[in-house]
């Protein structure tokens, strides 16, 4: 299938976004979010392959922060999850999710190093950083410095964007930490699906300004319940022992990522026609780009390609590999 370029952009666009509600203040001390950027579901516009020309589609920077020492908190929400321990948890979601992010660092990460190459510090409508400006960091150890199981509370069945909100700065609160390098990820239970989950978004990310420094947050639901509408069995897993079903979990959650680092102030870093560096890349299912099983740090994960401007001689494209702006694929 061949698409332009601009047709790419705007039905990426167009499937991330939608209606969430904003009626409601998160917590003491903080403001409502920045409108959250989501990850359209598997066959809602987003592109199929990518024998397509992508180099109108370069990402610009609209003088927003980036993310320079990646930090990630994960909190389970809710009693739905277990007590004292997880133990509400069918298809092993949040060991999996810990370990994709758990080993997403140093060399032995060559999937979300395209994300280097984005840079705050320069002026708006910038398109290739070079070594000017402050870029992106890449963690040189296990980025996740901790997780909570938040038991006290019972998350709601279907939580609307206020609530996640204040779940995230309830999470913050506990860990003591906000600011842009911050990534906290509120991981809804199995069976809770928070409104929109599975027809406008596979997951969100977003921010919110809490005694005046910023918060990124992500809502990631627990995706395997909506199955292949958010990744399952996307990628052929051959004998790479990923578990298909799982799958959406590290596609959905390495997409999500991907774009709080380049983007953690929705609408202020890098995007092209509104667009982020996950959107213009998921759910390419064969050609350059092609989601793929990756092996970060000797652990096998799959994940979707990400938007790369310095792809091919500046040219820019889908990139599942990145070493360098001479080394990728």
């Known amino acids: 299938m061949r698409r332009s370029s601009k047709v790419l952009l705007s039905s990426a666009a167009a499937a991330a976004a939608f209606v969430l509600d904003f009626t409601s203040p998160a917590q003491a001390g903080a403001v409502a979010p920045v409108a959250p950027h989501g990850m359209a579901p598997h066959g809602t516009g987003t592109a199929t392959s990518t024998d397509v020309s992508l180099s109108a589609a370069h990402l610009s920077y609209g003088g927003g922060p980036i993310v320079t020492n990646p930090r990630i908190y994960i909190v389970y929400w809710g009693?739905?999850?277990?007590?004292?321990?997880?133990?509400?948890?069918?298809?092993?979601?949040?060991?999996?999710q810990l370990s994709f992010f758990q080993h997403m660092f140093g060399s032995g990460d060559t999937w979300s190093t395209s994300t280097t190459q984005y840079c705050q510090g320069v002026a708006s409508g910038t398109t290739n950083c070079g070594s000017s400006g402050t870029h992106v960091g890449h963690p040189a150890s296990n980025p996740v410095v901790a997780t909570w199981l938040d038991s006290g509370v019972t998350s709601p069945s279907a939580p609307s964007t206020s609530q996640i909100t204040a779940e995230a700065v309830r999470a913050a609160n506990h860990f003591g930490v906000t600011?842009?390098?911050?990534?906290?990820?509120?991981?809804?239970?199995?069976?809770?699906?928070?409104?929109?989950?599975?027809?406008?978004?596979?997951?969100?990310?977003?921010?919110?300004?809490?005694?005046?420094?910023?918060?990124?947050?992500?809502?990631?639901?627990?995706?395997?319940?909506?199955?292949?509408?958010?990744?399952?069995?996307?990628?052929?897993?051959?004998?790479?022992?990923?578990?298909?079903?799982?799958?959406?979990?590290t596609i959905v959650g390495g997409h999500e990522y991907a774009e709080t680092v380049t983007d953690p102030r929705p609408n202020s870093g890098?995007?092209?026609?509104?667009?982020?560096?996950?959107?213009?890349?998921?759910?390419?299912?064969?050609?350059?780009?092609?989601?793929?099983?990756?092996?970060?740090?000797?652990?096998?994960f799959a994940v979707q390609s990400l938007y790369s401007n310095n792809f091919n001689n500046n040219a820019s494209g889908c990139v599942i590999f990145y070493q360098s702006a001479t080394n990728q694929h």
């Open 79 to 96: 009693s739905q999850w277990g007590t004292s321990s997880i133990t509400n948890d069918p298809s092993h979601e949040a060991s999996l």
């Open 179 to 249: 600011g842009n390098n911050v990534q906290i990820i509120v991981d809804a239970a199995h069976n809770v699906k928070p409104q929109g989950f599975g027809t406008q978004y596979c997951a969100w990310h977003s921010s919110t300004t809490v005694n005046g420094q910023t918060l990124p947050f992500t809502n990631m639901p627990y995706v395997s319940d909506v199955g292949s509408s958010c990744g399952a069995n996307f990628v052929a897993v051959g004998s790479s022992g990923v578990n298909g079903a799982t799958e959406g979990v």
């Open 270 to 300: 890098w995007l092209a026609s509104g667009s982020e560096n996950g959107d213009l890349c998921a759910w390419i299912s064969s050609g350059q780009g092609a989601s793929a099983i990756v092996t970060l740090n000797g652990v096998k």
